[in-house]
């Protein structure tokens, strides 16, 4: 018997914890558990029995953002019906449902259902928005409701049966990246409020007083960006104008039952 719902996302910048916790609104269980793996480098295994879970991830050139997967394999799931949810910048998730799907699986999990929802990009920066504010309010509402449609399956079904999810096996190849990082500009006065919210850790004082970055560290989620109170961080990619340019178009959720 289900009787909990439980919440579990990587969300440096916040989008994926925003579209986790609406659908848990829509499911609306009184019991509700919410793991943060965000900052959470432990290994201990997280035990999941007897609750409807979510999973939100962030997605990277189509495919599961590889550091958020190396914490998900923490999980160990038993009678836990599982909603699958990839949040992508805009441009396409293209194998991430279908790598979650199948990584969820085999930690014990039972996929009930998949959905795909847009966040502003990591690269998205004034003046280059790309999917700027996003999710909105129409994404969270579509995701509220997605939370009712999934209670819905799962009450009238005794079991939960195979699905569509759009996506590819073998996935999508994505080439190892090149190290980058965000720098500080000389607005920066060390409050440290990066280093806090640094999901990888990467990010230090050094010994003269001033903020560096471990670049091999860094996975570019620039959420130091974002989150500086001075707004000191910058990334300057040349990826964001090419983003900006053909990936403006707005495009919906899209939702697997």
């Known amino acids: 018997m289900v009787d909990t719902t439980h919440i579990v996302f990587f969300s440096p910048t916040h989008t994926s914890a925003k579209i986790a916790r609406a659908i848990g609104d829509g499911i609306g269980m ?5 793991t943060d793996l965000t900052l959470d480098e432990s290994i201990t295994p997280i035990e999941i029995k007897n609750a409807l879970t979510i999973i939100a991830v962030p997605v990277y050139a189509g495919r599961v953002a590889p550091i958020a997967l190396q914490r998900i394999r923490r999980l160990k799931g038993e009678n836990a019906p599982v909603v699958l949810v990839a949040v992508y910048g805009n441009r396409d998730y293209e194998d991430a449902l279908v ?3 199948d990584e969820t699986t085999r930690l014990g999990f039972t996929p009930l259902a998949a959905g795909a929802f847009i966040g502003e990009h990591s690269y998205s ?28 399956k ?52 050094n010994q003269e007083g001033k ?47």
Do not use: W
């Open 30 to 34: 009184e019991r509700r558990i919410e």
């Open 211 to 257: 903020i560096e970055t471990e670049i091999a560290k860094c996975i570019k989620c620039c959420a130091c960006v974002k989150e500086c109170p001075n707004g000191a961080r910058i990334f300057d990619t040349p990826y964001t104008p090419m983003l900006h340019e053909k990936c403006a178009a707005r495009r919906e959720p899209e939702l697997f039952l």
């Open 125 to 152: 920066r004034p003046g280059m928005p790309v999917a700027e504010g996003r999710p909105d309010a129409n994404d969270l509402q579509i995701a509220e409701q997605f939370g009712k449609d999934c209670l819905k």
């Open 99 to 101: 790598e979650l799907r």
């Open 154 to 205: 799962l009450k009238n079904s005794e079991a939960p049966a195979d699905f569509f999810i759009k996506g590819n096996v073998p996935y999508r190849y994505v080439a190892p990246s090149t190290p980058a990082a965000p720098l500080c500009t000389e607005e920066c006065f060390a409050c440290g409020e990066c280093i806090e919210i640094c999901p990888t850790h990467a990010i230090y004082l």
